[in-house]
């Protein structure tokens, strides 16, 4: 049995899910609302308070759609209450980041500067020069926004110049040695 699968849903005071036909789920929060549609073979039940997902058998595809479902409407509920943010470092001489209306511009050491428009229902907030924060309340936006940022400069091994998330690593390296 999976054990993400079969953990119940618990649905906090002030959201609201609605289960449609070909298991399309709308979930209505505080901060907006999501809708998705889901596998149709999963079995998707509000019971009081709580949202249970079941499996019709255990064939490897209906396992595997089990946790995703249940994982994918937590994410929803979770999104409409809290929301979900990305924090991106710029790291680098002369490099920066700066906000005017919906538009990101990006001062990554290319000969012209870089801008993005945020999506639709996504929010970027830049704190000094050097931290931008991607906010919104689907999950899978934020973390794809986030990473077409990175994608713009990504880190470099050898000084960590670039753009890299706030808990990211970088794995250094040492640079060339010269001839004696």
Known sequence: MSRIGRMPIAVPAGVTVDIAENNKV?????????????????????????????????????????????????????????????????????????KSGKKLTLSLGYSHPVEMEDPEGIETVVEGQNVIIVKGIDKEKVGQFAAEIRDKRRPEPYKGKGIKYADETIRRKVGKTGKK
Not at 29 to 57: D, W
């Open 26 to 98: 709308t979930v209505k929060g505080p901060k907006g609302t999501l809708e998705r549609v889901l596998p149709v073979e999963m079995e998707i039940k509000l019971e009081g308070a709580e949202i249970v997902v079941s499996r019709p058998n255990d064939l490897k595809r209906m396992k595997s759609l089990h946790g995703l479902t249940r994982t994918l409407i937590n994410n929803m509920v979770v999104g409409v209450t809290n929301g979900y943010e990305k924090k991106l470092e710029v790291n680098g001489v002369g490099y920066r980041a700066a």
